[in-house]
């Protein structure tokens, strides 16, 4: 279960990006903050979209508890909106050490022992055993040159604070082009866990070009682990069906593909 989503995490600029660490404590003292969307609509000529915190990390990881699902969260890089700013609003690489931080923080909250400042507030709030947070993911569809500099302080200090943690980049925000073919050798390099896959596809363009056929053996794939990475949202037993990437049906071989039903 992937929380909070993604362009939200980003903000329109810094400045609103979500920030894990005010949507924790008591409900009625968490800060509000304007939406990442509030702007977008031209039809509404008075923007009113917030988000209360109301429902904030804590309730999440409950809430995967309740339903049984992974937690995968998602913190943000220091990179703001690239669809909507330059590099000016991004978090300089001498500032980066407060976004790394809130990272490592966030695993010890879902995480830490109940001694450390921030497993002992999830445990005042109510959940003292740790929520076995496995996934973070760091950066929604970011891009380009820009992210690798980003990702490339939080891959060190998690790896070495949290190893046990299993880092999820991203391809970029879309599934081909020029962003695409960017990231992943990138991903590959930097040996990230999982690598983030975005398609903005109908369902008619999933049909379309998925021109392989259909197997039914829903055993682990295999194709992803080939090269060392597996796709974060495609590959994984699911109630959708999910089309493995281009990347994995190369490994399992051109005349397979593997859907989840």
Partial sequence: FRFPGGCIVEG???????????????????????NR???????RLFPDYYQSYGMGFFEFFQLCEDIGAEPLPVVSCGLACQFQNGVDAHCSLDEIDTFVQDAIDLVEFANGDINTEWGK??????????????????????WGEEYIEHLLPFLEALRKECPEIEIVGTSGPYASGDYFDYLWPKMKELEADLVDEHYYWSAADVVKKTTVPIISDLSKCGGCRGNGLR??????????????SREARKCAGEDKAYLRF
């Avoid at 400045?15 to 509000?32: D, F, I, Q």
Wanted: hydrophobic share 30%; glycine share 6%.
């Fill in 37 to 43: 969307w509030h702007y977008t609509f031209d039809t």
């Fill in 121 to 142: 507030l999830r445990a005042d709030m109510g959940h003292p055993e740790p929520f076995g947070m496995k996934y973070l993911a760091v950066g929604n569809e970011q």
């Fill in 231 to 244: 796709c974060a949202r495609l590959c994984r037993p699911s109630a959708s069906i999910r089309v493995l």
């Fill in 12 to 34: 329109t600029d810094l400045e609103t990006r979500y920030n894990w660490k005010n949507s924790v404590g008591p409900v009625e003292n968490r800060k509000l903050n304007e």
